[in-house]
């Protein structure tokens, strides 16, 4: 009994730690897609497999000190593309990006108001709730380093009503 009591704390174990974990949304940052107290299932294995995609939702660690605050944005830039904002446009290497899941036009640019050129390790990340979101466009978080990035945002498991997986294409 006490074996298979270990081996089953320790399979639990692993799979949070390589495979996937429970998170819940907190703040509106990524409304309309995410709201306050959705509850996601993280999954981390196709990133070490694959790089993050234009447009995935992912979970990040905005400050490497910090180990317990997590972010959930949508990847926007990627490494090696120059982004700027110009009044609520976005721009990828001088071409407008054509998206639509930002609620709102963007009403600051931050620091991204200037050209962003990122390292070959770097991602521009946003909320959906542009106006409401402190992301890549703050100088506190800039452009967001591939190590930082946990996983990414799979389905969401709560409210039980919009139980299914994330759209991030």
Do not use: C
Request: charged content about 25%; cysteine-free.
């Amino acid at each position: 009994m006490i074996i298979y009591f270990v081996v089953v704390i320790v399979s639990v174990l692993l799979i949070h730690q390589f495979v996937g974990q429970q998170i819940e949304v907190s703040g509106s940052s990524m409304e309309s897609t995410l709201h306050n107290e959705d509850h996601l299932i993280l999954e981390k294995v196709s990133y070490e497999i694959n790089k993050p995609k234009r447009f995935d939702i992912v979970v990040f660690r905005p400050y490497e000190e910090d180990k317990d605050t997590y972010y959930i944005k949508r990847v926007i830039g990627l490494p090696g593309e120059t982004i700027q904002i110009i009044g609520s446009d976005i721009y990828i290497n001088d071409q407008l990006l054509n998206e639509d899941y930002g609620n709102n036009p963007i009403a600051d640019g931050g620091i991204a108001k200037e050209p962003i050129v990122l390292g070959k390790d770097e991602y521009f990340l946003l909320g959906d709730n542009r106006n409401n979101s402190k992301d890549s466009r703050d100088s506190s978080i800039g452009a967001v380093e591939r190590k930082a990035i946990i996983g990414r945002a799979w389905v969401r498991i709560w409210p039980f009503e919009k139980f299914g997986v994330l759209e991030h294409q």
